[in-house]
């Protein structure tokens, strides 16, 4: 069974930084695609970035965090990594890793994490 734990939220001042991650069990993090995504009430939940499936590699970032967001995966601990730098009031959201057994990032996710929130506020 595919499970994940996420850590990382938080509440920071605007400008500052925020390293979420998710730590999944039942699979590697490496085999399939895996994303980040974040929802605030009333909005729908968007796309922050993936990571692609280490057989085909590829990062992909929304437009509105391009440059100030990472992705990132460690095989070895078999974690996956989203680091946040210069974070502004409009990141504020629940974040959440995903996964699908597929290696691209196009399509739908079917594995969830609960979980974390980050507030950028002053």
């Known amino acids: 069974q595919i499970q994940f734990v996420e850590s990382g939220g938080g509440l920071v001042q605007p400008g500052g930084s925020l390293r979420l991650a998710c730590a999944p069990s039942?699979?590697?993090?490496?085999?399939?695609?895996m994303g980040w995504f974040r929802q605030t009430p009333g909005k729908e939940r968007e796309g922050v970035a993936c990571?692609?499936?280490?057989?085909?590699?590829?990062?992909y970032y929304a437009e509105t965090v391009k440059g100030r967001f990472t992705i990132s995966r460690h095989n070895a601990k078999n974690i996956l990594y989203l680091q946040m730098n210069n974070l502004k009031p409009e990141d504020s959201a629940v974040y959440y890793c995903a996964t699908k057994p597929s290696y691209d990032c196009d399509g739908d996710y079917d594995y969830w994490g609960q979980g974390t929130q980050v507030t950028a506020s002053s």
């Open positions: 039942g699979f590697t993090v490496d085999r399939y695609a």
């Open positions: 990571i692609a499936s280490s057989s085909i590699g590829g990062t």
